[in-house]
């Protein structure tokens, strides 16, 4: 009994480590963070959402955690709009990127153990597409993973940084003065991208390792 629980925690440990080395190679090889101009497309939520997914929300919470700081560390030099809101106030900048990253790490695994409650082998073989509901719990934590992570660093960068001369003048190469409008032109296509990749991926991995594990 005792060596079942050393090989599951080794095998606990082993996962977290390797999906933060993942995350911490994306950012070393920048293709964690991928430029566009002044902003970034980012997709180091994806290892935090297959974390959430295959570990709980514990562990999306801790994976996420990781994600801000990295995403805190960028603002040191490595991201112009990073540098920028740190220069404003590290403290907003710190709050815009490690907590809400945190959340988004946690609500992830929640979305997906709520949905797998719901959704058993039992009650999907009801009807017909067995196969497409029990895939329903891993598009809906992944696709909601990259959808939060955008939303709460929106509402949190205009809360915090709205009023701010940096956010004002954005706001004018916009041409509103209407928050939502703002934030969807901000975000813009590189944010649908983030989604759609992320749901992709996070689906098709998690799926798989789950899979590979219960055999």
Not at 70 to 76: D, L, R, T
Not at 77 to 106: D, Q
Request: aromatic share 10%.
């Amino acid at each position: 009994m005792q060596t079942s629980k050393n090989h599951t925690k080794i095998l606990y440990l082993t996962q977290m480590a390797v999906l933060i080395a993942i995350m911490l190679v994306l950012e070393l090889t920048g293709l964690g963070m991928i430029k566009i101009g002044i902003l970034e497309m980012t997709i180091l939520q994806f290892p935090v959402i297959v974390g959430a997914i295959l570990m709980g929300q514990s562990v999306g919470a801790a994976l996420g955690l990781v994600f801000g700081l990295i995403s805190f560390w960028e603002c040191f030099g490595k991201s112009a709009f990073g540098t920028a809101l740190l220069g404003i106030n590290p403290i907003f900048t710190f709050l815009v990127c490690v907590p809400t990253r945190t959340l988004m790490g946690w609500l992830c695994g929640l979305i997906y153990a709520g949905l797998r409650k719901l959704i058993t082998p039992a009650n999907a073989a009801k009807g017909l597409g067995y196969q497409a509901k029990m895939m329903i719990p891993y598009v809906a934590a992944s696709l909601g993973g990259a959808l939060l992570n955008t939303l709460f660093f929106m509402t949190t960068l205009l809360v915090l940084f709205g009023a701010t001369d940096y956010i004002r003048d954005f706001m004018a190469m916009s041409g509103t003065e209407n928050m939502l409008a703002f934030a969807c032109w901000f975000v813009g296509v590189q944010g649908l991208v983030e989604a759609l990749l992320c749901a992709f991926l996070g689906t098709v991995v998690s799926r798989g390792v789950n899979a590979v594990l219960k055999k």
